[in-house]
């Protein structure tokens, strides 16, 4: 089936470390997002990529990293330079431009610091 | 983006049609009507979109006013598992490429 994949399903981070996220999609679309969801918020734009290898900050970007070597894959680093990491992190993909295609959401991933 | 107004909450029986309304009464010619929906601990889910036919699909249907100011969502036999946070958004072709913006939604509770 197409779709939208994130792991780890949960994950806890220790004081100090760089943990990182996987998104991957096989929906082949040119655009991928993260987004992040703190309890009883609406998402939060922290990157995105319209195409491989370019990307640009989103409103939150502080203490977050990403790359995209791959069309397939958007990878996010939560660094130990963000101090609040503990929320529900959200991966899109979507068409990249000119289309009224819609974004997918993967099922997210729950980061909680130890 | 148009902004789009939703009631804060609804309930519905289960087995019956649940009947979601969205205003989004300074709507673009271009711009379509997208319906999403997070179930609890889980991402939005995509449900439907239109332009200003009305649309069916395995899931809901979307049925769009002529004047395209507002538009329901009609889930035609909600269970349990329909209950969820459900939000409209619109948007254009042209904003392919940027994120959604979501905003509060509708809570929808359905009861046995």
């Known amino acids: 089936d197409g779709g939208i994949t994130q792991s780890p399903k949960y994950l806890f981070r220790k004081e100090g470390q760089n943990v990182t996220l996987s998104c991957e999609q096989n929906?082949?679309?040119?655009?991928m997002y993260w987004y992040r969801q703190d309890p009883g918020q609406g998402l939060r734009l922290i990157y995105y990529?319209?195409?491989?290898?370019?990307?640009q900050k989103g409103d939150i970007a502080e203490g977050y990293s990403v790359s995209r070597e791959k069309k397939e894959s958007f990878p996010l680093t939560v660094t130990s330079a963000q101090k609040n990491p503990t929320a529900f992190y959200l991966c899109?993909?979507?068409?990249?431009?000119?289309?009224?295609?819609?974004?997918?959401f993967g099922d997210g991933t729950r980061l909680s610091i130890l | 983006d148009a902004k789009t107004t939703q009631p804060t909450s609804m309930d519905c029986a289960e087995g019956r049609a649940a009947n979601l309304p969205c205003n989004h009464s300074?709507?673009?010619?271009?711009?379509?009507v997208y319906w999403y929906r997070q179930i609890h601990s889980q991402g939005p889910q995509y449900i439907i979109h239109?332009?200003?036919n009305n649309e069916t699909n395995e899931m809901a249907s979307l049925i769009i006013t002529e004047d395209r100011k507002s538009s329901t969502l009609i889930l035609p036999h909600a269970t349990l598992r329909d209950t969820a946070v459900y939000y409209c958004?619109?948007?254009?072709?042209?904003?392919?490429?940027?994120?959604?913006?979501f905003g509060k939604g509708t809570t929808l509770s359905v009861s046995s």
């Open positions: 899109a993909s979507g068409p990249g431009q000119l289309s009224n295609q819609p974004q997918h």
């Open positions: 929906l082949n679309h040119d655009a």
């Open positions: 990529s319209q195409i491989v290898n370019d990307f």
């Open positions: 300074t709507i673009s010619g271009n711009e379509y």
């Open positions: 239109g332009l200003k």
């Open positions: 958004i619109v948007r254009s072709a042209n904003q392919a490429g940027t994120a959604l913006i």
